[in-house]
DNA sequence: ACCCAGGCGGGCG
DNA sequence: CGCCCGCATGGG
């Protein structure tokens, strides 16, 4: 047990790193009093709880962390060593991008485990932010593992998941994504080292993500960039689709093939970043499909 | 009641 | 290949 704090001095919005549809955002507790931002979420040394005012992070943890080990969490989860600056001036290509990263200054891309964010993007195919959220609890309190002293329980490891049937992950509002919850349990326990994808290129990481029935290419470069910290990964999904054509092709439909190679070139090395600040904005504008 | 949701795999042409 | 369709279920 203990308390620290993080003086910030860059641009950061905890909430909405948090709340963007990044996977904290599907298993984290989040609370506002007054102006202050504060989470907690469970990892397996402990729990850790943040609270943010605009100029310091407070964080405190229980468990086996000590201060030095909480505060690298803290700062590798949230991405606070990330130059915001540096990252600006590269994806701040137009007046979008320019109000996108205005709207939501300090936004960053989280870091989180491959087995969650896998688990939490297959279960985001066609599908709501708030009924994902409402399966992730499920699945946590149903088969996550209790800690000590705490009434907080562990995400599940594809291990424990692999023990529920079909139906039973079916009932706990996987819907028809059940089958592919239980295929990814049983190949990450079997045949996939999620830890292995760390060191693998970008492109050879995603192939090999993308064994897994229910993971494809929108899944897989969700993993990607939440989860293996590669920049270049450029989810796109129906709003990344429906912004692109709007802002910068004038409503034509396009495929997904050429989006990626639109995003490549315009963003390198942070298509990633990019994708965030547009995902979060077009949803705020509510850009429709005509 | 009705439409939609951070897509995907499979089947068909 | 590329296109198209069904899919469990609940939120709005």
Redesign the pocket.
Known sequence: MGVNSIRINGPFDMRNSIE???PL?FHAECSTKGKNFHTKYVTPKGVISTGFDGKLLKYSWEGSYNRKSAKAEVERRFSINDDMESIYSRINTDGFMESAISAYNGMRVTKNDPWETTLC?IL?????????R?SVKMLINSYGTPLEESDAKLFPSAEQIREASINDL??H?A???AK?IKHAAEYCSDNLDLDSLHKMTYSDAKESI?E?????????D?IMLFAYNKMEAF??????KRVLEAIYFDGKKK?IKELHEFAEEKWPGLEGYA??YL?WHA?SMKIKVK
Request: glycine share 14%; hydrophobic share 35%.
């Open positions: 963007s549809g990044q955002t993007f985001s195919q066609f599908n709501n932010i708030k009924r994902i409402g079916m009932r509002g819907g028809f994504r592919y993308m897994i029935n229910g993971v494809g290419d929108k899944v897989a969700c989810p796109i999904d129906v709003w990344i495929k994708q965030q995902f949803r």
